[in-house]
């Protein structure tokens, strides 16, 4: 067993039940059973026929030892909440492939418009540094299968991962640290998952609990410009202030303000990360 595994172990315990069986959860699974053969895992599924079951009430029979939730089920579900109020620990797809990752220095991106196409804009960047580049997460491919083909030895390991982060894993993110993070705009969204608008945001600004470096702001974000947020890695970027980014923004292929935006972001990226001459790289 290798010292991730062990520490992996360590932490679920001998029963775990993995709650989703979507794409992420079927990536979390499959690690799971590579890594730790060992481990008792049940699976559960209101929906698919993958599933061991599709009965909440097989699961609390299963007593796991630790849960591992995907995204799209809800944390206030009122079976899952009472696993956790009694103390079940619970993690996610990403957390639970961080334990995989030694050199890796990733990226994460938030934000309820615009992350994807700020995602897809660093990751071109980040190809010209490194063709083993990944790009993941809520991005189409779970960081597990990721770190499975990397434990497989079927692909190398990337020096730089592009993690689009959900508030859904925002939610219970609380292993993988970011080496640099990224807010491209707050709007209302998923409100039927959230209490108020104002948890929402905050979900959101959990990024700054998980990065170590810098976090960029997009001031052009009205509810983002008038957050108070008093961390002392916060960024905060906007085209009047940034006079070469925003020509570059505003001779860029892709249309609208919105994507001037996503565009200074990511160009914002290339320069705090140093990669300096590789901004002409970004395809835009």
């Not at 993958?50 to 009122?78: M, R």
């Not at 390991?157 to 640290?177: D, F, K």
């Not at 709007?187 to 979900?203: G, K």
Request: aromatic share 8%; proline share 4%.
């Amino acid at each position: 067993m290798t010292e991730a595994s062990a520490n992996l172990a360590k932490l679920l315990g001998p029963k775990v039940a993995l709650i989703g069986m979507g794409k992420s959860g079927i990536a979390a699974r499959d690690l799971l059973n590579f890594a730790l053969p060992e481990v008792k895992l049940f699976t559960f599924d209101d929906k698919s026929p993958d599933a061991d079951s599709s009965d909440p009430k097989a699961v609390e029979n299963f007593n796991p030892s630790s849960l591992i939730v995907s995204p799209g089920f809800p944390l206030s579900t009122p079976w899952l909440k009472g696993l956790l109020i009694k103390g079940v620990p619970c993690l996610n797809e990403v957390d639970l492939a961080s334990f995989f990752l030694k050199d890796e220095r990733v990226i994460g991106i938030t934000g309820s418009l615009g992350k994807s196409t700020t995602a897809a804009l660093i990751y071109e960047a980040a190809k010209e540094l490194d063709e083993d580049a990944f790009i993941g997460a809520n991005f189409g491919t779970p960081l597990s299968e990721y770190a499975l083909h990397v434990q497989k030895h079927q692909r190398p390991r990337a020096l730089w991962i592009i993690a689009e982060l959900s508030s859904y894993h925002l939610e219970t993110l609380r292993i993988l640290n970011l080496d640099l993070g990224i807010v491209t705009y707050l709007a209302a969204n998923h409100l039927e998952r959230y209490e108020n608008i104002q948890q929402y945001y905050d979900t959101k600004l959990k990024i700054f609990a998980r990065t170590t470096g810098k976090v960029l702001l997009n001031m052009h974000s009205e509810d983002l410009a008038k957050a108070e947020i008093k961390f002392p890695n916060a960024v905060t970027v906007h085209l009047d202030s940034h006079e070469n980014l925003a020509m570059a923004g505003k001779n860029a292929k892709l249309l609208g303000q919105h994507n001037q935006q996503n565009i200074l972001l990511a160009l914002k990226t290339v320069e705090v990360l140093h990669w300096g001459g590789f901004r002409k790289n970004i395809k835009i």
